[in-house]
């Protein structure tokens, strides 16, 4: 059975933290949508790259989402403010939490997005670094690469491959993700 991520993107979103798992994630066979939260498909990054988003979140129906394993939250400001000012956002978010599905989020994302929803409340996570002094009632940790039961957070840029290869592993196993760390020299 396939697997299925959503992968959601605000203007201002850090474009390695998306592209580099839209691309692990499929050499990996997992199923990858992306989804622009505003009303457009297009989609620009902090660092002007422009993204042809696959859908819009507001235009999925109950199938698409009931078909989800998780969700992928890409960092970048003001990307991750938009992220958390969108109230269909917050929506998806609580429910996928609700059904125990996985939330990944990096950089800004876990600080600015999941702790003001509650989602890291009790956990450890990780975050750019700084960030990490918004957020109470969770436990920070300065590791590249945090899972935490369905949370699966990350630093910054840099830490982008090794989280998305840490997501494979979650849902696909560790052959495929020592499969496609090794292919891409990680």
Known sequence: ??????????DGFEEVEAISPIDYLRRAGIGVTTASISGNRTVTGAHGVAVNAE???SGLGKADLDGLDGVLLPGGMPGASNLAASADTGALLRKLAGAGKLLCAICASPAVVLAPLGLLSGRRFTCF?????????????????????????????????EWATAIIRRLAGDTAADKVAAAVLL
Do not use: C, F
């Open 55 to 57: 859908t819009l979140l």
């Open 1 to 10: 059975m396939s697997k299925n991520i959503l992968i959601l993107l605000a």
């Open 129 to 161: 670094p700084g960030m990490e002094e918004q957020v109470s009632g969770a436990t920070w940790s300065d590791d590249r690469v945090v899972t935490d039961g369905n949370i699966i957070t990350s630093r910054a840029a840099g830490t982008a491959g």
